[in-house]
Antibody, heavy 121, light 111 residues
């Protein structure tokens, strides 16, 4: 059974940093690209970042590029998101998710339970 | 403002059929990119409901179906049940943004 468990969320001041982790199990982690998707309180879903299985390719949404860094440790079956220069608008539940490519796009087939990041003074 | 537009809310009585639309543009759905749908029950993570416009993952009831035409896609739910009350999101890819994009979400209320 695929399991994704996020951790590392919390309260941080504007301008601060935080590192989220996602522990994966139940599948061959290194064979799958991974993603972070976030959801601000009461709002919709927003894709944040993706990383390929071999760590060769990393992608970011325009709203976080230059501030957030995605990484992974295939030996530890873990995905990470380093969040720097945090802003109030980064307050959200951050989900890690696997994706499968279909034709010309991708869909997110497995999701973790999410980690809440609150940016506030 | 989401790139993909969904109605904020829809409602229906138990047993009825409802549809949720997802309207895009020539840089996403209209460009031929697939549309996927997710169901998010209150307080839980999103769950994949439909992928590749029309396909249901294993375990998803056939009361849920997807379609796509032109710059829009739709999710239909037949035989509405109380447990279908949730938020529903469409998702695709936008070539102008070079990014995965989601609709703003639709809250389904079962009357």
């Amino acid at each position: 059974e695929v399991q994704l468990v996020e951790s590392g969320g919390g309260l941080v001041r504007p301008g601060g940093s935080l590192r989220l982790s996602c522990a994966a199990s139940g599948f061959t982690f290194s064979s799958y690209s991974m993603n972070w998707v976030r959801q601000a309180p009461g709002k919709g879903l927003e894709w944040v970042s993706s990383i390929s299985g071999n760590t060769k390719y990393m992608y970011y949404s325009g709203s976080v590029r230059g501030r957030f860094t995605i990484s992974r440790d295939n030996a530890q079956n873990s995905l990470y998101l380093q969040l720097n220069s945090l802003r109030a608008e980064d307050t959200a539940v951050y989900y890690c998710a696997t994706h499968t490519i279909t034709g010309n796009t991708r869909y997110f087939d497995y999701w973790g339970q999410g980690a809440l990041v609150t940016v506030s003074s | 403002q989401s790139v993909l537009t969904q109605p904020p809310s829809v409602s229906g009585a138990p047993g009825q059929r409802v549809t949720i639309s997802c309207t895009g543009s020539s840089s996403n759905i209209g460009a031929g990119y697939d549309v996927h749908w997710y169901q998010q029950l209150p307080g839980t993570a999103p769950k994949l409901l439909i992928y590749g416009n029309i396909n249901r993952p294993s375990g998803v009831f056939d009361r849920f179906s997807g379609s796509k035409s032109g710059t829009s896609a739709s999710l239909a739910i037949t035989g509405l049940q109380a447990e279908d009350e949730a938020d529903y999101y469409c998702q695709s890819y936008d070539s102008s943004l070079n990014a995965v994009v989601f609709g703003g979400g639709t809250k389904l209320t079962v009357l």
